[in-house]
């Protein structure tokens, strides 16, 4: 009896230093890889994460500004941070401030970047996902917003939003601010 005794309290303390250990273990652990291992195994530190920079296209124009009735709208959205987004940078910041369209008129390419890490941007873009149905799965970005066309990701992008601007859908962009067009043209 003394011997059953005797396991079950070893295995209770056995159990009791694992629970000890294994709420206690979290909080001295940064303490002892400062004092301990890293002195002896200095390779072990971690190196600091390399510092990305972060992504801020150009917009030409913002909410508020004056949008002719002859201006060719574009929203883009993106975040600030987001790796598919900067692939697009050459094409977003090589974008013409004016495009011939298919009718032989000129007209001013307005473009809008909403960064969606952005509260106020999140809900405009959000109210727009709603507004136009947007799926789910096309809620992401890179995005641009081009007429009443959608265009999402790279491969989309890239295909279809210079033939949307000549076509002139771009002049069909409503306003996700809720203003109007100024009907007047531009000199």
């Not at 002195?39 to 920079?53: H, I, N």
């Not at 995005?143 to 002139?168: K, P, S, T």
Request: glycine share 4%; proline share 7%; net charge negative.
């Amino acid at each position: 009896m003394k011997r059953l005794a005797a396991v079950c309290l070893i295995i209770l303390l056995i159990m009791l230093s694992f629970l000890l250990g294994w709420r206690l273990m979290p909080r001295i652990w940064p303490d002892i890889k400062e004092a301990v291992v890293y002195p002896v195994l200095p390779q072990m530190r971690p190196s600091p994460a390399p510092s990305v920079p972060l992504y801020v296209p150009e917009s030409n124009t913002s909410f508020g500004d004056p949008i002719l009735a002859n201006d060719s709208l574009v929203y883009y959205f993106y975040k600030d941070y987001c790796g598919y987004c900067m692939e697009l940078s050459p094409l977003i910041s090589g974008l013409p401030e004016e495009i011939i369209l298919q009718d032989g008129t000129v007209s001013r390419v307005r473009l809008i970047a909403l960064n969606k890490v952005e509260d106020e941007a999140y809900e405009i873009i959000n109210d727009y996902y709603e507004a136009h149905n947007v799926a789910e799965d096309r809620r992401y970005v890179p995005a641009l917003v081009v007429g009443d066309r959608y265009l999402f990701l790279r491969d989309e992008i890239i295909d279809q939003l210079m033939d949307a601007l000549i076509h002139g859908e771009g002049l069909n962009t409503q306003l996700l601010d809720g203003a109007e067009r100024i009907q007047e043209t531009a000199h």
